[in-house]
């Protein structure tokens, strides 16, 4: 069945560094690909999300390209901030179908 | 901004006892689902709900497990005999169309079964 698998946390970084978590996928048909973000004590919300090949979903300075190629989608920022510190779930959710398959999330500590 | 309350943040109970996390999705939304993520592995999708009935339910979702909507503004999912591996974090969402696009969730419920 279709998964998600993305790298395992806690990824630590200083405030301005560049940030990438890495995100993979298997799926038997055209998936739509999502970034949510869960701060602490709120819920999951969604950061950015792709629907086809090359697109690039981008929000808050955070960019993810949809590679069909590599089956990747990758997170990335230029300059984190101590406020990213959160939790980042992969997810995707095949056409047709209204559920999300997850990736287990990685945690991001930013220290200043 | 509208978003989905989740009661209570954190719920403890003994093995074999019934629970009931509810859940209050945003107003005009139509369709809801049940999300649970066991410490250190992935959030799995378990029910989704709409037009009063279950659209959707993951091989997760057997008869312990029942979701209704009593009141036309919550969402209550009821574990009927607890068991361990229930511990999990229990998040709701909701959607107004149904459209994997638009989902919102709840900041979650965490049950701990003992």
């Known amino acids: 069945g279709d998964s998600v698998t993305q790298m395992e946390g806690p990824v630590t970084l200083s405030e301005e560094a560049f940030l990438t978590i890495n995100c993979t996928y298997t799926a038997t048909g055209y998936p739509s690909l999502f970034w949510y973000v869960q701060y602490p004590g709120e819920g999951l919300q969604l950061l950015l999300k792709?629907?086809?090949?090359?697109d690039k979903g981008s929000n808050k300075g955070f960019e993810a390209t949809y590679r069909k190629e590599t089956t990747s989608f990758h997170l990335e920022k230029g300059s984190v901030q101590v406020s990213d510190s959160a939790v980042y779930f992969c997810?995707?959710?095949?056409?047709?179908?209204?559920?999300?398959?997850f990736g287990a999330g990685t945690r991001l500590a930013v220290h200043p | 901004e509208p978003e989905v309350t989740q009661t209570p943040s954190h719920q403890v109970t003994q093995m074999g006892q019934e629970v009931i996390l509810r859940c209050v999705p945003i107003s005009n939304h139509l369709y809801f689902y049940w999300y649970r993520q066991i410490l250190g592995q992935k959030v799995e999708f378990l029910v989704s709900?709409?037009?009063?009935?279950?659209?959707?339910k993951s091989e997760i979702f057997d008869d312990q497990f029942s979701v209704e909507r009593p009141d036309g503004s919550n969402f209550t999912l009821k574990i009927r005999s607890t068991k361990l591996e229930d511990s999990a974090m229990y998040f709701c969402?909701?959607?107004?169309?149904?459209?994997?696009?638009?989902?919102?969730f709840g900041s979650g419920t965490q049950l701990s079964v003992l």
């Open positions: 997810a995707l959710s095949d056409l047709g179908d209204n559920k999300l398959i």
């Open positions: 709900f709409y037009n009063n009935e279950i659209s959707e």
């Open positions: 792709a629907t086809k090949a090359d």
């Open positions: 969402a909701s959607s107004p169309d149904g459209g994997n696009q638009k989902l919102f």
